[in-house]
């Protein structure tokens, strides 16, 4: 697979046991994530960076590297595809991970072929991503755990949903992106801009 896996976490426990499970995927390269600077370096010669994230004791611990990579202004570290890898499957842990942009959240048991199956889901298919002030991620109204959105609940604001295809050769390509505004008891403005 044309594409690179960054392990953000401690290079031992739970972080060193992911990075040598990386190793086994096909990834063409994966490392320990030291900054922003050498993932941006690296998507110029691979077109998709994952960013696998170790179980931790410390969700919020977290938000500061997802946060740097989804407010990125590289388009391709972006829209990276980020993982976490809990240990139990908390409530509390997936709701933190689900309002930082995460794509997807696995449990144990870490086998192979399971984790090779949900990398893979990442690539060749459409995906919708929103976009407000406040986050940045793949769409979450279909789950229980979603964070509540302004223009949903009809309290006004602002915000994008952007159509994307994430593929091994060319990489990130955005194939719609819409600009919402509502404001209360208003009808909402929409400027469509195909890519």
């Given amino acids: 697979m044309k594409a690179y896996a960054y392990v953000v976490g401690p290079q031992d426990g739970p972080g060193a ?9 096909g990834f063409s390269g994966c490392s320990p994530f030291s900054t922003l600077a050498q993932a941006e370096q690296q998507s110029q010669s691979t077109p998709i960076c994952y960013f696998l994230f170790a179980a931790t004791d410390n969700i919020g611990g977290l938000r500061s590297v997802a946060d740097t ?45 399971r984790v090779l199956d949900r990398v893979q889901r990442q690539v060749g298919h459409p995906l919708v ?13 279909g789950r229980v755990a979603a964070p509540p959105r302004n223009v949903e609940n009809r309290a006004g604001g602002q915000f ?17 992106d819409d600009l919402f505004s509502a404001a209360p008891d208003a009808a909402a403005n929409t400027q469509t801009v195909h890519l």
């Fill in 17 to 25: 046991g992911l990075l040598d499970m990386a190793r086994t995927l």
């Fill in 69 to 113: 990579i989804r407010f990125s202004a590289t388009r391709r570290l972006r829209f990276s595809p980020l993982i976490y890898f809990a240990e139990t499957a908390s409530v509390e842990d997936i709701t933190a991970c689900l309002n930082m942009g995460f794509d997807d959240i696995i449990t144990m048991p870490f086998s192979r072929q």
């Fill in 129 to 141: 991503y929103y976009e407000t002030a406040s986050y940045f991620g793949p769409d979450r109204r």
């Fill in 160 to 176: 994008r949903r952007i159509e994307i295809i994430r593929n091994p050769i060319s990489g990130t390509n955005v194939l719609r």
